[in-house]
């Protein structure tokens, strides 16, 4: 069965810093893994899908690794902004016909300014 | 590109009613997928529809129905409520063109009194 796990649970940095955020998954037959950021009581924004095959994407200041063979992928933010502050979600994907998603409980990211 | 929309945005039922979540998948996305996302959790797979029929479940009970149109929008009823069904729910369209990337809607914040 697969588990995700995301460390650490909350995380609090100046403002400038750069930061990385940690996930890690038990069962490496995985199709995909997306990176999402959550506000208070909103929806989730999806900021980096990474395909199975592929060890790394970038968007502006974000960067996402894989390493599927350990189970663990880190989101990386440079430079953090206060607009930061958000509760962020890895999840992934499996290799069956449905689209389900197995999240992690996300790290609550504060950027102090 | 229209994002994905639900309704309503808020809903405060009694335990023991039912209720119906509706979410307009994005523009060209022929799959939908619901979450439960209880406070401080990740959100829980559902079910998930494609071509209007149920192609996934999650672990959720049978009073969790669901229901997919030819436009591919989608309902969500919830049978016999019940306090523990309280949380935000949380729609998601996909699209094989994009790797299955998941978008989100706003979700629905539905409390059970």
């Known amino acids: 069965k697969q588990e995700v796990t995301q460390i650490p649970a909350a995380l609090s940095v100046p403002e400038g810093e750069n930061l990385v955020l940690n996930c890690s998954f038990t069962d490496s037959a995985i199709y995909n893994l997306q990176w999402f950021r959550q506000d208070p009581g909103k929806g989730l924004t999806s900021l980096l899908l990474i395909q199975s095959s592929q060890r790394e994407q970038t968007s502006g200041r974000l960067n996402a690794s894989l390493d599927k063979s350990s189970g663990r992928s880190t989101l990386y933010i440079a430079a953090s902004q206060p607009g930061d502050s958000a509760t962020y979600l890895c999840?992934?994907?499996?290799?069956?016909?449905?689209?389900?998603?197995?999240f992690g409980t996300g790290t609550l990211l504060a950027v102090q300014p | 590109e229209t994002g994905v929309t639900q309704s309503p945005t808020h809903l405060i039922k009694t335990r023991g009613q039912q209720v119906t979540l509706r979410c307009s998948s994005q523009?060209?996305?022929?799959?939908v997928s619901w979450y439960q996302q209880a406070l401080g959790q990740g959100p829980q797979f559902i079910f998930q529809y494609y071509r209007e029929e149920e192609n996934g479940r999650g672990n959720f009970p049978p009073r969790f129905s669901g229901l997919q149109f030819p436009n591919y929008s989608s309902e969500l009823n919830v049978n016999a409520l019940e306090l523990d069904d309280s949380a935000l729910y949380l729609c998601a369209s996909s699209s094989p063109d994009r790797y299955y990337e998941q978008y989100f809607g706003p979700g629905t914040r539905l409390t059970v009194t």
């Open positions: 523009s060209g996305h022929n799959t």
């Open positions: 999840a992934v994907k499996g290799g069956g016909a449905t689209n389900k998603l197995i």
